[in-house]
């Protein structure tokens, strides 16, 4: 009963959450706004702090699960630059974790193929980023002048392509076997090993870095760009923003921060196999980044860790017999169901962005989805009325 | 892998008709893309788990009728109905449960995309939990034996039965979008729904029977799907994205277009497999995607979603 009692008291304070936000959460917002020049570091370090200091009362089964949160954390970061920021919709993003994963795997000497160089984490992590992000260049270049349900479809099938190929490419990547053996994080020539503290710790410095780019990025004239594009891309081009440019960048970006994560995951666990990159985890992590609140960095991070963390919680349903596992089955479907009631009923996420929030509520009239707004038959916003066909 | 010389020559004929009968089942389910793009201008990106509920219900009924040892050609055509129903019903009830409330709400674009990907997902784990991980194979019905032989190439029964179970589909889609209330209704709609809805055109219910059509033709793409393959909760991926892929191929919501996408990505695919390797099969589908993608968006015959060809 225990996971059952552990997931009820989440939903509650979720649910608490959602209650508190509508009744305070608007004068929360604009104290914090007022202040954010102080308020910012304060708040940054004590988040970051918390969850370091945390590492000495975790044991090893928790530190690997902070582990799984942390770059979980990570690519949702990336991708929330993508879909939060840029407006757009990217269903391949495991792809850019797999380059990543496989830069680390092939440029370690660990696979099949033997490259020249002695190359250590460290040498590789640049390497890989500049690899991703020329990918996400490549793909980004041809599809990003395409609207975006047809963005959404190329990057999944791009995704999958990248798979396919990892899996029959058996004198680079070991196909479907995958790659063994890669080596560990190494700091001052000394191995982390087995150890998740140290890749925990890692992965969190990794977050705060991307945090504060993110950050100084969307705060830039990179950021209102990508602001202008998410709300109206022909008034954009028309103010004289170079969409594709902007557009390509946040691919690039999305694709850099998920190689990092690809890379500290393939240095941590030394095994990746084609079967780690799976269409599941671009949807995973997704999730987080819709449950969070598209576009708020804070959000995100809590998107990850609810993600993550709650299939844990319902693991200890396998003690429950037969019933349990059909739950652990149902898992899966209950981020889907999750993720259809959120677009109905709370499209900004848990923790939104503001500006975000407004225009998922319908406020940017362009960006207006499949016979919404121009009809007549729409009720007013706040009916919930259904099936009177 | 020799590449040019070796695909051209070995068994192209073979790959021919197997590339044919592919596109056919392709063919049905592009169709079902391209409707609903054609009336809500929307990629259902939960389609594919329309052409799973259809494999599931042609296999219930088929396990209900026929007795230990197969069935015969009649209780094929009996389970058309089941299908189509089953295929229909999850169709309308996307609608209902992940499209409508946004409708009414006037949601973003990317909260449709979000909503279609998150009750895709909610199919498939219903039909995990209800049916389990392992592979069915419907019950036979009939065997697959050649019956034409043109020159080296042997086509099966099955290939023909597929092949004229589309055509009649397609001609049947045509009159009733062409001929009929509903289908002018359809057409009104992709036309320019604000105005429809002025002339007194139900839009609820053009887009319910606009669903209840596309699932109804993804229920017999999986019928005939299940003559050869066996089914599972998470089958209609593959099946489902290639046809999107051919859907754009021809120019989504163009009817048309979805026959002739569905027919070139089969040909393509079967024949590029034969170039490259079985386990390429699947790239060469996706690859296809993004050069068209890339080279001509709006496909072979074009978007005519406004030219009132629904």
């Known amino acids: 009963m225990r996971p059952l009692l552990a997931l009820a008291s989440v939903i509650a304070i979720i649910f608490a959450w959602a209650y508190g936000d509508a009744r305070l959460g608007g004068r929360v917002r604009t104290f914090y706004d007022k202040r954010e020049r102080w308020m910012f570091p304060v708040v940054f370090l004590s988040f970051f702090g918390v969850f370091a200091v945390l590492t000495s009362f975790l044991d090893v089964a928790k530190l690997e699960l902070g582990f799984l949160v942390g770059y979980n954390a990570l690519l949702a970061m990336g991708l929330n630059v993508v879909v939060g920021y840029a407006g757009l919709l990217d269903l391949g993003y495991v792809a850019f974790f797999a380059v990543g994963a496989y830069t680390m795997a092939i440029l370690s000497n660990a696979g099949p193929l033997q490259v020249p160089w002695d190359l250590n984490f460290w040498e590789i992590l640049p390497i890989g980023i500049v690899i991703a992000m020329i990918t996400g260049v490549i793909l980004g270049g041809p599809t990003l002048r395409l609207r975006g349900d047809y963005l959404a479809i190329v990057t999944l099938g791009f995704g999958e392509i990248v798979r396919i190929v990892a899996q029959n490419l058996d004198s680079v990547t070991n196909g479907a076997r995958g790659v063994t053996g890669i080596e560990n994080i190494s700091v001052f020539g000394k191995s982390l090993g087995l150890d998740p503290k140290p890749y925990y710790l890692l992965t969190l410095g990794f977050i705060a870095i991307a945090a504060l780019l993110v950050r100084s990025m969307n705060n830039s004239r990179v950021g209102r760009a990508w602001a202008a594009i998410r709300e109206d891309e022909v008034a954009a081009e028309a103010m004289g923003v170079p969409t594709l440019k902007y557009k390509l960048w946040a691919f690039a970006i999305g694709a850099a921060v998920a190689a990092v994560g690809g890379m500290v995951f393939a240095a941590k666990v030394t095994f990746i196999d084609p079967a780690s990159f799976q269409l599941i985890i671009s949807i995973f992590i997704l999730s987080a980044v819709v449950l969070g609140g598209l576009g708020s960095t804070a959000g995100v991070m809590v998107g990850a860790v609810l993600i993550n963390v709650l299939p844990e919680m319902l693991r200890g349903l396998s003690k429950l017999g037969a019933v349990g596992d059909k739950l652990l089955d149902a898992r899966f479907g209950i981020f889907g169901l999750v993720l259809v009631v959120m677009m109905i009923f709370r499209p900004e996420g848990i923790v939104p962005s503001r500006r975000r929030a407004a225009e998922m509520r319908g406020g940017a009239e362009e960006a207006k989805g499949p016979l919404g707004g121009g009809l007549p038959a729409e009720p007013a916003p706040a009916g919930g009325d259904d099936g009177a066909a | ?310």
């Open chain 2, 1 to 310: 892998m020799g590449i040019a010389s070796e695909c051209i020559t070995s068994d192209l004929p073979l790959r021919l008709v197997g590339g044919l009968t592919t596109g056919s089942i392709y063919a049905l389910i592009a169709l079902g893309y391209t409707l609903v793009y054609g009336v809500l201008r929307l990629i259902n990106f939960a389609h594919s788990e329309v052409f799973t509920a259809g494999t599931f219900g042609a296999l219930i009924a088929l396990n209900l009728i026929t007795g230990p040892d197969g069935g015969n050609a009649f209780h094929l055509v009996a389970a058309v109905v089941p299908a189509i129903a089953a295929g229909a019903l999850v169709a309308v009830a996307l609608e209902r449960g992940a499209y409508r409330p946004l409708r009414r709400r006037g949601a973003s674009r990317l909260s449709f995309l979000i909503s279609a990907i998150g009750a895709s997902l909610f199919m498939q784990s219903v039909y995990l939990v209800w049916r389990g991980r392992g592979y069915e194979q419907l019950p036979e019905t009939i065997r697959i034996r050649p019956i034409l032989e043109i020159g080296r190439v042997q086509i099966s029964n099955v290939d023909v039965i597929v092949f004229a179970a589309m055509i009649a589909m397609v001609v049947g889609l045509d009159f009733l979008v062409q001929r009929t209330r509903i289908g002018k209704g359809i057409r009104a709609v992709a036309q320019d729904a604000e105005t429809a809805s002025m002339m007194g055109v139900n839009i609820d219910r053009v887009v319910t029977w606009t669903f209840i059509i596309g699932g109804s033709l993804a229920g017999v793409a999986a019928l005939l799907w299940g003559l050869r393959f066996p089914t599972r909760f998470d089958v209609g991926f593959l099946p489902g994205i290639k046809a999107f892929t051919a859907a754009v191929l021809g120019g989504i919501g163009n009817i048309r277009g979805a026959l002739l996408g569905g027919l070139s990505l089969g040909l393509i695919e079967n024949i590029g497999a034969g170039c490259f390797g079985d386990a390429w099969k699947d790239v060469i589908a996706f690859t296809v995607l993004v050069l068209v993608l890339m080279f001509r968006p709006t496909g072979i015959l074009g978007e005519e979603v406004a030219e009132g060809k629904a």
